[in-house]
């Protein structure tokens, strides 16, 4: 079957938080929703059944195991519009407290399953010079001073390195790009189903310890981002001609944003004559 009309979309980490959110709204809006999870069944508990959804239970870190929900996804919708890289979890621990294992782990899920989604989500795309590549990294992928965050940070800052690349990559074959950042929305990231922790902290980190009690205590739960807001101006993003490739989120994602940029062209002019000496 083709479909002109409605979209299909491709959604990953699909059964809580931004992800489950996503599927709701497209399939109320009429769209097709190819939606992966770890667990089928939690999918289709937290989704519910419905015509315009296909449940796939998709290791993301594991090429065939994605090849092979994309090629259910075309199989079944007969095309493929939009992808939305959702899956991801938070890693909590500084950089000497994280052990190879822990952050490598992170990497693997955060970077080298989008990727592995892009990869083979690509010759369909290509193939029809159509469609729109969503990654949703975080503010922390822009913003890397969180104690006790800086191997998550990475990941995210390396989401958006490839994405700036892969931007320009597909202008030749009219596939947009958009990189979200989102602040903090109130999902369950912040819970420990999402959030992992080091299991070897070291208590002389102060500021990290703090830092965890903070994200744990204070701020899960009470994050000022909704949701079903965020997730409203990304679709509606979609629908752009001219869609951006940074798509910051949240007032405080904003916030956080232009006091880096104002940091940092200050520095660079404190500095511009030591940059500039190193010329031929």
Known sequence: MENKEKKVWFITGASKGLGL????QLLAKGNYVAATSRSKDQLLAAAGEHENLLPLEVDLTSENSVEKALKATVEKFGQLDNVVNNAGYGLLGTVEELTDKEARQNFEVNVFGTLNVIRKALPYLREQKSGHIFNISSVG??????????????????????????????KDFNINVTLV????????????????????????Y???????????????????GDPVKGVEQIIKVSETANPPLYLFLGSDAYQMAETKLKNLEQELKTWESTTKATDF
């Open 21 to 24: 959110e996503f599927v709701k």
């Open 141 to 170: 992928g822009f913003i890397g001073n969180f104690p006790g965050f800086g191997i998550y940070c990475a990941t995210k800052f390396a989401v958006n390195g490839f994405t700036e690349a892969l931007s320009e990559e597909m």
């Open 181 to 204: 950042l989102p602040g903090y929305f109130r999902t369950n990231f912040l819970n420990p189903d999402s959030l992992a922790a080091t299991q070897n902290p070291i208590e002389a």
């Open 206 to 224: 102060t500021s990290a310890r703090n830092s965890q009690s903070l994200h744990e205590n204070t701020i899960n739960g009470n994050q000022p």
